[in-house]
């Protein structure tokens, strides 16, 4: 029964939907198992690029299962605007089966998730703010509508009016806030891409929400599944299921660096509550770094880089995001965390990602001990947020190299530096490195033994 988990070892963008695609070959079944469309895999085959919010990197395959999980959060506009996308790109989404349990992002999670970051104001945590945060809040306050609950819309209306119940104050709030913009913007609703008119707000009215997804309803029946079923018939026919994660161990919400963290946990624990497998189901945990480290919006990142070296990995790294475009903090690779994510998550293998960003970076550096503010030496991820704040890298420092190496496809094609880079990060984590990816075409990668 091979359940293969595959998640991000350091704070996303790591390269994930890239070595999903590679494993799923093998695969019958890939599941998503939590976060919603804050999430971004670009993945690029017979040099066209497809970039997923929601739908399971496994979708370029015409053979394969597609399953969003219960623990995902669903926006089903973003998500059928993913479906009509591949559509007309030619690739089927027959297999595609979204969990009827999957909570639903609703517009009124999108306003609340911006107006809480604005209030935050510079101490915003950075969320896409694409509601995830606010739609897991009602989940946990038993206030979600579910995909299930689309298909039947006096449930709907039900359940739609008492989330909104509770909320009435933050949106009246923002109903003043909209019509004082609206105003300031001379009714042109365009400049604050806002809807026009002077009521409250039409996308939170109860009546169009009612309508509008009754209407996705219709469109989604036929992807709604029993999905945990779905991952169990095909582990007892001794298939491969792959559980694809998406953010990274250092954005968990338990086990990351709270409060700049996400609103789900992306740890491999988390796959057997996200699909609704139990924890003797996976087999195999694979964790996928990048050759240096990479962070989007705020929060702790002891090893960031603010000199030319951290510019050049932003270029050579094209270091933007899927979702948001937003530029990444860049640094070296911090082997203390991805230690800490190797044993938070019993990784078995790891896919290190985008080695060619390197070339020419040499002498490369590798954090493999943190110094605190007082001078105590942190030989391990440390639990306290103070003192990670203020905590500095000490690096071990390891020849470069310059050769181009998109071209390589075995490890003895590797420069010896690169050869070298990748066996201390193997010997200081206690994990094999098995994959190497050597630039981003879908062959652009090594296998190691
Ligand atoms: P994910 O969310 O973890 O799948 O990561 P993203 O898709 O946001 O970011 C990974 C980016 O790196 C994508 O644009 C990939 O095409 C690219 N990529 C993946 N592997 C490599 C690699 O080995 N080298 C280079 N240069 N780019 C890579």
Same mark, same amino acid.
């Given at each position: 029964?091979?359940?293969?988990? %595959?998640?991000?070892? &350091?704070?996303?963008?790591?390269?994930?939907? /890239?070595?999903?695609?590679?494993?799923?070959?093998?695969?019958?079944?890939?599941?998503?198992?939590?976060?919603?469309?804050?999430?971004?895999?670009?993945?690029?085959?017979?040099?066209?690029?497809?970039?997923?919010?929601?739908?399971? !990197?496994?979708?370029?395959?015409?053979?394969?299962?597609?399953?969003?999980?219960?623990?995902?959060?669903?926006?089903?506009?973003?998500?059928?605007?993913?479906?009509?996308?591949?559509?007309?790109?030619?690739?089927?989404?027959?297999?595609?089966?979204?969990?009827?349990?999957?909570? #639903? %992002?609703?517009?009124?999670?999108?306003?609340?998730?911006?107006?809480?970051?604005?209030?935050?104001?510079?101490?915003?945590?950075?969320?896409?703010?694409?509601?995830?945060?606010?739609?897991?809040?009602?989940?946990?306050?038993?206030?979600? %509508?579910?995909?299930?609950?689309?298909?039947?819309? /006096?449930?709907? *209306?039900? /359940?739609?009016?008492?989330?909104?119940?509770?909320?009435?104050?933050?949106?009246?709030?923002? !109903?003043?806030?909209?019509?004082?913009?609206?105003?300031?913007?001379?009714?042109?609703? /365009?400049?604050?891409?806002?809807?026009?008119?002077?009521?409250?707000?039409?996308?939170?009215?109860?009546?169009?929400?009612?309508?509008?997804?009754?209407?996705? +309803?219709?469109?989604?029946?036929?992807?709604?599944?029993?999905?945990?079923?779905?991952?169990?018939?095909? #582990?007892?026919?001794?298939?491969?299921?792959?559980?694809?994660?998406? &953010?990274?161990?250092?954005?968990?919400?338990?086990?990351?660096?709270?409060?700049?963290?996400?609103? !789900?946990?992306? =740890?491999?624990?988390?796959?057997?509550?996200?699909?609704?497998? $139990?924890?003797?189901?996976?087999?195999?945990?694979? +964790?996928?770094?990048?050759?240096?480290?990479?962070?989007?919006?705020?929060?702790?990142?002891?090893?960031?880089?603010?000199?030319?070296?951290?510019?050049?990995?932003?270029?050579?790294?094209?270091?933007?995001?899927?979702?948001?475009?937003?530029?990444?903090?860049?640094?070296?690779?911090?082997? =203390?965390? #991805?230690?800490?994510?190797?044993?938070?998550?019993? %990784?078995?293998? #790891?896919?290190?990602?985008?080695?060619?960003?390197? *070339? +020419?970076?040499?002498?490369?550096?590798?954090?493999?001990?943190?110094?605190?503010?007082? $001078?105590?030496?942190?030989?391990?991820?440390?639990?306290? &947020?103070?003192?990670?704040?203020?905590?500095?890298?000490?690096?071990?420092?390891?020849?470069?190299?310059?050769?181009?190496?998109?071209?390589?496809?075995?490890?003895?094609?590797?420069?010896?530096?690169?050869?070298?880079?990748?066996?201390?990060?193997?010997?200081?984590?206690?994990?094999?490195?098995?994959?190497?990816?050597?630039?981003?075409?879908?062959? &652009? =990668?090594?296998?190691?033994?």
């Amino acid at each position: 029964m091979p359940g293969v988990v %595959i998640i991000g070892a &350091q704070w996303g963008d790591e390269g994930k939907g /890239k070595v999903v695609d590679l494993l799923a070959a093998d695969a019958s079944t890939i599941v998503r198992f939590q976060g919603g469309n804050n999430a971004g895999h670009t993945i690029v085959r017979d040099g066209e690029e497809f970039k997923f919010h929601l739908i399971p !990197s496994g979708i370029l395959y015409e053979d394969k299962t597609c399953v969003i999980g219960n623990g995902v959060v669903v926006d089903p506009r973003v998500l059928l605007g993913e479906i009509d996308g591949l559509r007309r790109a030619g690739v089927g989404v027959g297999d595609l089966k979204i969990s009827a349990n999957a909570h #639903l %992002i609703m517009p009124y999670h999108v306003l609340l998730d911006t107006a809480g970051e604005t209030k935050l104001g510079k101490h915003s945590i950075g969320t896409t703010r694409r509601g995830i945060g606010p739609c897991y809040a009602d989940k946990a306050l038993r206030l979600g %509508i579910r995909v299930q609950d689309l298909l039947d819309e /006096k449930i709907l *209306r039900t /359940k739609i009016r008492a989330a909104l119940e509770p909320k009435q104050q933050a949106l009246r709030e923002l !109903s003043v806030l909209r019509r004082k913009r609206l105003k300031e913007a001379g009714e042109d609703a /365009k400049a604050v891409s806002e809807p026009a008119g002077d009521g409250p707000d039409p996308r939170i009215d109860l009546h169009t929400m009612v309508e509008e997804h009754v209407a996705y +309803g219709h469109r989604l029946e036929p992807h709604i599944a029993d999905t945990a079923k779905l991952c169990w018939d095909a #582990l007892d026919a001794d298939e491969t299921v792959i559980f694809e994660g998406a &953010q990274a161990t250092l954005l968990d919400l338990d086990h990351g660096t709270y409060p700049f963290v996400t609103s !789900s946990n992306p =740890v491999a624990g988390a796959a057997t509550v996200g699909a609704g497998v $139990g924890p003797t189901d996976i087999t195999e945990v694979w +964790g996928v770094a990048k050759a240096y480290a990479t962070r989007v919006g705020a929060g702790p990142f002891p090893t960031e880089l603010h000199d030319e070296t951290g510019e050049r990995m932003v270029d050579q790294g094209r270091e933007f995001g899927t979702t948001t475009g937003r530029r990444r903090r860049c640094g070296w690779i911090d082997l =203390v965390a #991805l230690r800490y994510a190797v044993r938070l998550n019993r %990784i078995d293998a #790891l896919a290190i990602t985008k080695l060619d960003v390197l *070339r +020419g970076l040499g002498p490369l550096r590798v954090a493999v001990r943190y110094r605190s503010r007082e $001078g105590a030496v942190l030989d391990s991820f440390p639990y306290h &947020q103070s003192i990670l704040h203020s905590a500095t890298p000490e690096y071990e420092e390891l020849p470069g190299f310059d050769e181009e190496i998109g071209e390589c496809r075995k490890e003895e094609e590797l420069p010896r530096a690169a050869r070298d880079f990748l066996a201390y990060i193997a010997e200081f984590t206690g994990v094999p490195v098995r994959l190497v990816g050597v630039g981003p075409a879908r062959d &652009q =990668v090594v296998w190691l033994d």
